[in-house]
């Protein structure tokens, strides 16, 4: 009864103190806006040079509850192992900025990413948070996915369980999976819209 009340606690702050909404040029159905981020292991990637492949781009923040939830149970990285497997390309993004709570430089990220046994494509660095505020990231995870043709072809929740419990993960319907399946079969993506949850992205003042 305790956890349960401290898990509702947690949601109900993270929840709360999500960032608002932001004045997004990224729109369901549309041309995914191109960007440029630093990369952790090195160097610059485009979004454009991934064109012709399907992207996912996962908003992170190490310290979020929710965050913690997908990779301390392991759903965040059998998900992008399996997703990548599939020639998907899945680009995780830190859009905390320098001062704020999750801001990590490229070491740093690269750290977490070992611990966590994350297997991103590429980790990116967004501390300026304008390709947050350009896709309107909100929370963390705030999920995308883009398809071949470079439209975005899915925004929103990882899930539809907004508990920051483990053990909710299980039997939970699956957003971003249910949208790459759908892609890779060149089928429509059934539910392309949905409200992320998540703890509320740390952008600079």
Not at 92 to 106: H, R
Not at 138 to 151: A, L, N, Q, S, Y
Request: with cysteine.
């Amino acid at each position: 009864m305790l956890k349960n009340l401290a898990l509702a606690a947690v949601a109900v702050f993270a929840l709360a103190t999500a960032s608002p909404v932001m004045a997004a040029t990224a729109a369901v159905g549309e041309k995914a806006p191109d960007f440029t981020l630093p990369a952790a292991d090195g160097g610059d990637k485009a979004l454009s040079s991934f064109a012709g492949k399907i992207v996912v781009l996962e908003w992170h923040n190490k310290g979020c509850p929710f965050v913690r939830k997908h990779y301390e149970s392991g759903n965040m990285q059998g998900l992008q192992k399996e997703l990548t497997a599939k020639d998907v390309v899945w680009l995780t993004i830190n859009s905390s900025a320098p001062g704020k709570q999750g801001n990590e430089n490229a070491g740093e990220a690269l750290a977490t990413a070992k611990s966590d046994g994350a297997a991103s494509t590429h980790i990116l660095l967004d501390e300026k948070g304008e390709v947050g505020k350009l896709y309107g990231a909100t929370t963390t995870p705030h999920m995308f996915v883009i398809d071949k043709e470079g439209k975005l072809a899915y925004a929103g929740a990882i899930d539809d369980n907004a508990s920051p419990d483990q053990e909710t993960i299980k039997g939970a319907k699956n957003y971003v999976r249910d949208a790459v399946e759908a892609l890779v079969a060149g089928k429509p993506v059934e539910v392309a819209t949905t409200k992320s949850y998540g703890c509320g992205v740390k952008y600079a003042d």
